[in-house]
C-alpha cells in the first residue's frame, strides 16, 4: 500500500497550528472590518479568458488549468502535433485563481449597481500557483488582501499604513519596517539621467536589490548596455537612506528637473502628513528607492513590510495600480491595496513564539466515571457551555489518571470533577491542572471563576 501523500507545494494544518492560523486571520478582520471594509468571496476557479494574459507570460505559465468534464480531448485534432498552447482552450475552460485582484475587478464589473464606490472591500481565501515549491513559497496559500476602489485620494494609502501598524501591534509584533516607494519617482529618476528608453532595464535591476546587491546591480546595469557613469549615478540616488523626511526633501533637490519625481515625492509627503494628522508615528516608515515590484502593475504608491530581526522576505506588499481594475468594464477606476502574507506573518510569530499554543481549545473537560453518573456530567457539560465556557466531555468511564493525562494533552485547562460525592452535595471539583490546585465550588461558582480567570 503506498504511503498517504499530499501534492508537493501544498500542507496539511493540523489543530495546533490551525489555532495560531484562526488567530492571525481573526485579528486581521477585526481590523478591516473596524476600518469599514465589507467582505467579498468569488469562486476558486474564474474562466480562462478572465485570468489570462493578466501577469504577463510568466504569469500565464504558473496558472493551474482546470480540465473539461467528459471527453475533454474529443474537440483536439490528434492527427496534427500536439502542443500544449494550441489545445489548452479545447481542453480547458477555467482555471484556478492566481491572486484576488483579478477577480476583483470582474466583480466591480459584473455589479456596478450593487457596488458602491468608493468599494472598501477585504478578502481572505487560498490561491494557488504552479510554481516551484521553496521555504515561504507554497503551490496553494491564503492571501488576505484589502483594496479601496474607485478614489484617487492619497488618504486611501495612509489608511492602509495606519491599518497596517493597528494588525501588526495586535500581533504583538510592532518590530517592523514599512517601505515605501513610488512608480512615479522610479520614472523620475530615469526621465532625469535621460535614461527613459531603457526604464523597463533599469526598473528590473533595481528590482533585484535585495537578492544580488549594489555591486550586483551595477554588474546588470552594465551588462543591459546602461552608460556606466549614468549607472553609478544612479546608483548614487538609490542609495540615499535616512530619515524619511530627510530623504523626500533630498531626492526633491537632487531631482528638480524632473515632474514626475516631484509628483511621486509630493504625494509620499502627502501620505505621511496624513499619518501625523491621525497621529501616527512616521518611525517605521522609510522611503526605499529600490523598492520596485510589480514594474507593470503599480501606477503609483509602492508598499512592502518585513519584520526586523527575522529571515524572512516580505511579509506584506501592495500599492496603487489604477489600470486594472477597469480593464473589465472599459472605464478607468483607480484602487489601491495591500495584501498580508499570512504564511510568513504565522513562520514569524513561531520563531518569535508568540502564538497561541491553546486559543482554540476547550477551557473545561468533564469527567464521567460510571454510566449511572453521567446525566449529572451531561447537566454539567451544558450548564457551562450555556454560560459560554468552551467545554467538553471525556466519552466513556475511565479511571480518573486517564482522564487527566487526556486533558493535559490538548491543553485543557481546567477539570470538573463529577463523581458521587459532588452529586450528592452540588459541590465540585475544579482542578487547574498547570498548578495542580483542586477547590470546591457549586456550579455557578465554577462559572464565576472561570469568567474572571
Not at 508537493?8 to 495560531?20: C, E, I, N, S, Y
Not at 494628522?277 to 515590484?293: G, K, W
Amino acid at each position: 500500500m503506498n504511503k498517504p501523500a499530499i501534492p508537493k507545494g501544498t500542507r496539511d494544518f493540523l489543530p495546533v497550528q490551525m489555532a495560531g492560523r484562526k488567530y492571525i486571520f481573526s485579528v486581521l478582520q477585526q481590523t478591516f472590518e473596524k476600518y469599514g471594509f465589507l467582505p467579498l468571496e468569488t469562486p476558486a476557479m474564474e474562466l480562462q479568458e478572465t485570468l489570462r494574459g493578466k501577469y504577463g507570460e510568466e504569469g500565464n505559465q504558473l496558472i493551474f488549468n482546470v480540465l473539461n468534464s467528459g471527453d475533454f480531448l474529443k474537440e483536439v485534432d490528434t492527427a496534427q502535433p500536439l502542443q500544449s498552447s494550441k489545445i489548452l482552450r479545447h481542453i480547458s475552460k477555467k482555471a484556478l485563481r492566481y491572486d484576488l485582484t483579478v477577480p476583483l475587478a470582474r466583480v466591480v464589473a459584473m455589479y456596478p449597481n450593487e457596488i458602491i464606490l468608493p468599494f472598501r472591500r477585504y478578502q481572505m481565501q487560498p490561491v494557488w500557483r504552479a510554481d516551484s515549491p521553496q521555504k515561504g513559497r507554497y503551490q496553494e496559500f491564503y492571501q488576505c488582501d484589502v483594496d479601496i476602489i474607485g478614489t484617487p485620494s492619497l488618504t486611501s494609502e495612509a489608511e492602509l499604513l495606519t491599518m497596517i501598524q493597528d494588525v501588526f501591534d495586535t500581533l504583538r509584533l510592532p518590530d517592523i519596517i514599512i517601505k515605501i516607494n513610488h512608480r512615479q519617482l522610479l520614472s523620475g529618476i530615469v526621465e532625469q539621467l535621460s535614461l527613459q528608453d531603457k526604464e523597463t532595464d533599469v526598473l528590473v535591476a533595481i528590482d533585484k536589490w535585495d537578492k544580488i546587491g549594489t555591486d550586483g546591480v551595477l554588474k546588470e546595469l552594465t551588462q543591459r548596455e546602461i552608460n556606466p557613469e549614468k549607472a553609478k549615478e544612479l546608483i548614487n540616488m538609490l542609495s540615499l537612506k535616512g530619515d524619511t523626511i530627510m530623504v523626500l526633501q533630498e531626492l526633491a533637490q537632487k531631482l528638480n528637473h524632473s515632474p514626475k519625481a516631484q509628483q511621486g515625492i509630493q504625494d509620499l509627503q502627502k501620505i505621511l502628513n496624513y499619518l501625523s494628522a491621525m497621529n501616527y508615528s512616521t518611525e517605521r516608515i522609510q522611503v526605499d528607492i529600490t523598492l520596485a515590484r510589480g514594474l507593470s502593475y503599480y501606477t503609483g504608491t509602492i508598499i512592502e513590510v518585513k519584520a526586523n530581526n527575522v529571515q524572512m522576505g516580505s511579509i506584506l506588499g501592495g500599492g496603487r495600480y489604477d489600470n486594472l481594475i477597469g480593464m473589465f468594464s472599459g472605464r478607468d477606476i483607480t484602487a489601491v491595496g495591500i495584501s498580508f502574507g499570512v504564511d510568513r506573518i504565522y513562520d514569524v510569530l513561531k520563531e518569535k513564539q508568540l502564538l497561541p499554543t491553546n486559543a482554540y481549545n476547550s477551557r473545561v473537560l468533564v469527567t464521567q466515571f460510571h454510566e449511572n453518573l453521567l446525566e449529572n456530567s451531561l447537566m454539567v457539560l451544558s450548564t457551562l457551555r450555556k454560560a459560554g465556557i468552551a467545554t467538553e466531555l471525556y466519552p466513556e468511564p475511565k479511571k480518573i489518571g486517564k482522564q487527566f493525562e487526556y486533558a493535559d494533552k490538548k491543553g485543557i485547562p481546567y477539570v470538573v470533577i463529577v463523581g458521587e460525592d459532588e452529586v450528592k452535595t452540588g459541590i465540585y471539583s475544579l482542578k487547574e491542572l498547570k498548578t495542580g490546585v483542586q477547590q470546591s465550588f457549586s456550579l455557578q461558582e465554577i462559572i464565576n471563576h472561570l469568567k474572571n480567570s
